[in-house]
């Protein structure tokens, strides 16, 4: 009968025969590497699909914004409803009177001007303070304020 020595490699030292794989403590680390770039991993996912929500939100923001800056043709429409509701967005217009210089007619009559008003509308997220998504734009007055 013959026999087989199975000899482990030892303090640095080679042997004739020698067992080859990982330690405890190589494996350790590989484990703990590879959960950190999972961990990030799962992060950047999770960061993606809250900026993705956040420009869905602002996109519909943004519609209801158009949708009430055309509701009315003249400023003194949104002085009689300055808010109101598309659920689940809550919106606020304010005006602001201002006199339009028009610049064609300046060589002709140097006095004409426009009353026209500034509109801002304001879109929120129903309950929250700060507003989502804000769109200006000009009206006329259909009379002078």
Do not use: N
Not at 86 to 100: N, Q, T, Y
Request: with cysteine; hydrophobic share 50%.
């Amino acid at each position: 009968m013959k026999r087989t020595r199975c000899v482990f490699v030892c303090r640095g030292r080679s042997s004739a025969l020698a067992i080859y794989g990982f330690t405890l403590l190589e494996a350790l680390i590989a484990i703990a590497i590879a959960a950190m770039a999972l961990g990030a991993l799962a992060r950047a996912v999770g960061q993606g699909a809250r900026v993705a929500a956040e420009a869905a939100d602002r996109q519909q923001a943004a519609i209801v914004a158009r949708a009430v800056l055309s509701l009315g043709t003249f400023a003194e429409d949104y002085l009689r409803v300055p808010e109101g509701q598309f659920p689940p967005w809550s919106w606020r217009v304010r005006v602001e009177p201002h006199a339009v210089v028009l610049a064609d007619a300046t060589r002709f009559r140097p006095d004409q001007t426009l009353s026209a008003a500034r509109l801002t509308v304001e879109v929120f997220r129903q309950g929250d303070a700060d507003p989502v998504f804000l769109l200006s734009g000009w009206k006329p007055y259909r009379t002078a304020p």
